[in-house]
């Protein structure tokens, strides 16, 4: 064969020798300085500081104290405006006219009702009516703040229904014992 198509830089095996030196030695620096390069952060996973005071307390903290306000049932009950209770417990339904719901601020839909009266209003919203259950389905709610809040749907839709007032809270002179005659 010619050498006339051999055109490579390794002529020798001298040379061939260096270049195989020169080609792991050059893998292996590079490994040397990837590692090095991995290793000088130093790294923490996930849960490496589960043994902090913090971490330990977070965990063992009662679930239930957790988004929640705990309020004294021997307190006396601070009643809620009609509007207020509108956002919370009615516009679900009566805000879209839900389940045949009257939307609030629709005369004609509320016409009907408003005619029947107050009182009836009212029983039905305390009692509920048809799909609508009682009390808007918000059990914790006292017969005068339903009342409220129909009397606020009510005026939003054409009515002239006056709010109803919060009862007489008990006399003070009830809540005392009685002392003992001398």
Known sequence: MSDAHNDSIIKTPKQLAGAVIGFLLATVIGIILLVQY???DKLTGAGSNSQAPG???ARIAPVADTGFT????????VLQAGDAIYNSTCAACHGAGVAGAPKVGDAASWSARIAQGYDTLVQH??????????????PDLDDVE???????MA??????????AAPAAPAAAADKPAEPAK
């Not at 339903?146 to 606020?152: G, I, K, P, T, Y």
């Open 38 to 40: 991995v290793t000088t």
């Open 55 to 57: 971490e330990i307390a």
């Open 70 to 77: 705990f309020k004294d049932a021997n307190a006396p009950k």
């Open 125 to 138: 919203a305390i009692g509920g009516l048809r799909a609508m259950p009682a009390k808007g389905g918000n």
């Open 146 to 152: 339903v009342a409220r809040a129909v009397v606020f």
């Open 155 to 164: 005026n939003q839709s054409g009515a002239k229904f006056k709010e109803p």
